[in-house]
């Protein structure tokens, strides 16, 4: 059902700082900085050969990522995304199997523009699983 | 600097629940587990079209995961690896920025039988590194 690992979300406490380390340091490409207020997150997308870093900033009010650095200062990974076909398939497919989904259960769109839905860590050996239809 | 995503490691605190998972709820192709005693682990690879993911859990006395689990009892992402051509001199450049290499310095012989390195969270977003020569 999972297809590609599409990106790998890191929380940052200083997104320039991220970003120029990736550039600088560990010679990635880094592209600039994208506000998307309707997830409350500043994003900046390296690319690797073969999927994507995410590196995420909050923005604005209750940003979801607020809490998650108040509790890890350093920043962390905050999720990972995997891409499925068919995400009404595969929402009930891990219903099925007793996985909670988060929020209301209707896909949202995403910050890639697809539609997006967020799996339970407790479900997923303690890991924010996040599903994009592509 | 940095290639593809080789790998993103979680560390599950049930091997064979974690692996039902990702096979018949997730529909992923899951290897049968590998001891690996050199790293204190057992180890189940997810092989996704574009990375692996690596299921890590304790193996022996003094395994790196199982205080990781003390802290995190339900798992958690443990670290991401990069490949890079060549380690040394990658280590060289980190190291002239500021960031920490963990143990010795010198590269040891990873899971994959290929030379790692891992970098320090604090230097990178909280994130553990392993960097691979591939």
Do not use: W
Request: charged share 20%; with cysteine.
């Amino acid at each position: 059902m999972i297809g590609r690992l599409n990106h790998v979300a890191i929380a940052v406490p200083d997104l320039e700082a991220a970003s120029a380390q990736y550039r600088d340091t560990l010679g990635a490409v880094v592209r600039p900085p994208q506000d998307e207020p309707d997830h409350g997150v500043t994003v900046v997308f390296i690319e690797l050969p073969n999927t994507k870093i995410e590196l995420l900033y909050p923005l604005g009010e209750n940003s979801p990522i607020a809490g998650f650095l108040e509790k890890n200062p350093a920043g962390g990974i905050h999720h990972i995304c995997y891409e499925v076909e068919d995400i009404l398939a595969a929402r009930d497919r891990l219903k099925a199997s007793g996985a909670r989904v988060l929020g209301s259960g209707e896909p949202k769109i995403g910050a890639h523009g697809k539609p997006v839905l967020f799996l339970h860590p407790k479900d997923f050996n303690g890991c924010l699983v996040e599903l994009e239809q592509v």
